[in-house]
């Protein structure tokens, strides 16, 4: 028997850039395989390759035996491929019937769309994969995890039977992890195959049948989790040893730097995002705030840093009321900002990357003299800075739209942990970067700590919040659910207030199993 699916030879080059260098890759039916690779390693270009958005240069693709030609999507749907992406491709305001039609849709008496046929199929495809999902429900009336179904019943709508996840626990609770990775076992039992696009490698060693590691566009290895560790993944990937357990002490807490009373923030909709909440950060810790993304803390950051009114309540800085005061006088108050949204609020795209290292104190000296900014000691700055925080860039000159979003990402870190700061408000500090990066990043937001900063992170990967911090409030619909000491705290627990489950409930579910 052939394998499902055989890339050979796939090759990509873009100006500048060999993204894939002769790629070979196999994927058995019925299997799990885990696609693992820095940023710029080379998985996403592969991928859209498979999808049909690329062409390549070289190489052939072999579908059951026989070669495969991908120029459009539709090319690889028709050949049974389908891709889940990591931002879903759902339309809030239609049912789920109505999301997985488009496209596809069915019509009974010439004219009417035949929603009735749709759902019955809808009902097969989820009893016999365990994707429980409400056919006439409204998509934005689901929790992320069920609109990950929805997204993945749409695949086995269009008699998908090699899928393609890309990041796919990405926005899930540990419990709703667990739920896919049964959907993803129940698939596989049944004959589909799975390629798994993923970062964290507990998930790969847990779900993966095998393991292929891509560096720098060309295959470094296949394994297998029985043959393999977190940490020989790990060198895999960056091609050294990483350390992927945070080092740190007991924290020393001092001062509070950062009081938080009644806060209420609106989103854009006009709806309450943030519910009158109020905590405090001491000088010297780590508070971690865990929640699934979308439960208020995009807006509670937002109005901490002055992006966005609050409706009620009080900020103070080291005693100082900054509520509702602008980003300048917020960050002249010893604040850094490693913002969720790195291109909207974090980055000027067409500026060089030396501009954006200095977007926040360009105005002052030894960057500005009299008024007048002064570009070589911008441009020597930025060279040092670049060295300091690996920027991967041709030049400090480049605009930084043309970086990696990873590389992106590690401008804002160097501007930010650059200056002198009493607090740092970090905002999914890690996203999109690779472990070597995350290694680093950690290892600074710890160093902060060290020095007597207060640190403010927000992430909805847990084990980074549990690694991190000295203490975890739990947001669930714009409130705290509770506020634990992270020594205290278990994955069960956390995840359980994640999903809105009051502390005594959750202590009890995650005790009793």
């Given at each position: 028997m052939p394998p499902v699916l055989e890339l050979r030879g796939i090759t990509k080059r873009f100006p500048g850039v060999l993204a894939n260098d002769h790629i070979d890759l196999?994927?058995?039916?019925?299997?799990?395989?885990?696609?693992?690779?820095?940023?710029?390693?080379?998985?996403?270009?592969?991928?859209?390759?498979?999808?049909?958005?690329?062409?390549?240069?070289?190489?052939?693709?072999?579908?059951?035996?026989?070669?495969?030609?991908?120029?459009?999507?539709?090319?690889?749907?028709?050949?049974?491929?389908?891709?889940?992406?990591?931002?879903?491709?759902l339309v809030p305001v239609l049912t789920v019937t109505e999301n997985v039609?488009?496209?596809?849709?069915?019509?009974?008496?010439?004219?009417?769309?035949?929603?009735?046929?749709?759902?019955?199929?809808?009902?097969?495809?989820?009893?016999?994969?365990?994707?429980?999902?409400?056919?006439?429900?409204?998509?934005?009336?689901?929790?992320?995890?069920?609109?990950?179904?929805?997204?993945?019943?749409?695949l086995l709508y269009r008699?998908?039977?090699?899928?393609?996840?890309?990041?796919?626990?990405?926005?899930?609770?540990?419990?709703?992890v667990e739920e896919l990775f049964k959907v993803i076992r129940s698939l596989v039992a049944q004959g589909k195959s799975v390629i798994f696009i993923t970062?964290?490698?507990?998930?790969?060693?847990e779900i993966a049948d095998r393991i292929t590691v891509l560096r720098n566009g060309r295959v470094v290895g296949t394994t297998t989790p029985a043959q393999t560790s977190e940490t020989d993944l790990a060198a895999m990937m960056v091609g050294r040893e990483v350390l992927?357990?945070?080092?740190?002490?007991?924290?020393?807490?001092?001062?509070?730097?950062?009081?938080?009373?009644?806060?209420?923030?609106?989103?854009?909709?006009?709806?309450?995002?943030?519910?009158?909440?109020?905590?405090?950060?001491?000088?010297?810790?780590?508070?971690?705030?865990?929640?699934?993304?979308?439960?208020?803390?995009?807006?509670?950051?937002?109005?901490?840093?002055?992006?966005?009114?609050?409706?009620?309540?009080?900020?103070?800085?080291?005693?100082?009321?900054?509520?509702?005061?602008?980003?300048?006088?917020?960050?002249?108050?010893?604040?850094?900002?490693?913002?969720?949204?790195?291109?909207?609020?974090?980055?000027?795209?067409?500026?060089?990357?030396?501009?954006?290292?200095?977007?926040?104190?360009?105005?002052?000296p030894p960057f500005a003299r009299l008024g007048v900014m002064d570009h070589e000691t911008i441009i020597a700055t930025a060279e040092r800075r670049v060295r300091e925080f690996d920027v991967r860039t041709p030049s400090v000159l480049t605009p930084v739209a043309n970086l990696s979003g990873g590389n992106q990402q590690k401008v804002i870190v160097a501007r930010e942990f650059s200056r002198p700061i009493r607090l740092l408000i970090a905002s999914q500090p890690t996203r999109g970067l690779d472990v070597g990066s995350i290694e680093y990043i950690h290892r600074r937001i710890i160093e902060k700590r060290d020095e007597g900063c207060a640190v403010l992170l927000v992430s909805p990967e847990l084990d980074e919040v549990l690694g991190l911090s000295d203490r975890i409030a739990v947001m669930y619909e714009g409130e705290i659910m509770a506020i634990l000491p992270a020594d205290q705290a278990t994955k069960e627990e956390i995840g359980l207030l994640m999903a809105?489950?009051?502390r005594e409930e959750a202590r009890y579910e995650a005790t009793v199993g």
């Open positions: 196999t994927l058995e039916e019925g299997e799990i395989l885990a696609l693992l690779g820095e940023n710029g390693a080379g998985k996403t270009t592969l991928m859209n390759i498979l999808y049909g958005l690329y062409t390549p240069d070289e190489g052939e693709i072999y579908v059951r035996g026989r070669k495969a030609e991908i120029h459009e999507p539709n090319d690889a749907i028709a050949l049974g491929i389908g891709m889940v992406h990591q931002h879903f491709m039609m488009l496209g596809v849709e069915s019509i009974k008496n010439g004219i009417f769309l035949d929603r009735e046929t749709a759902a019955q199929r809808i009902r097969q495809i989820s009893e016999q994969y365990g994707l429980e999902v409400d056919p006439d429900a409204y998509i934005k009336t689901l929790p992320v995890g069920v609109q990950q179904r929805v997204e993945i019943i749409k008699e998908a039977d090699i899928l393609i996840l890309d990041e796919p626990t990405a926005v899930l609770t540990p419990q709703e970062h964290k490698l507990k998930e790969v060693m992927l357990q945070v080092q740190k002490g007991p924290a020393r807490p001092g001062e509070t730097v950062l009081e938080v009373e009644g806060l209420k923030v609106m989103d854009d909709r006009g709806n309450l995002a943030v519910r009158g909440i109020s905590f405090q950060v001491r000088a010297g810790e780590v508070l971690g705030i865990a929640g699934v993304q979308g439960n208020g803390q995009t807006e509670l950051v937002q109005a901490l840093t002055g992006l966005r009114p609050a409706l009620a309540g009080r900020v103070r800085i080291l005693g100082e009321d900054v509520t509702n005061a602008s980003p300048r006088r917020v960050l002249e108050r010893g604040v850094a900002h490693v913002p969720e949204d790195r291109q909207q609020d974090g980055l000027v795209l067409s500026f060089p990357v030396a501009d954006n290292l200095v977007l926040n104190t360009y105005y002052l809105g489950v009051r």
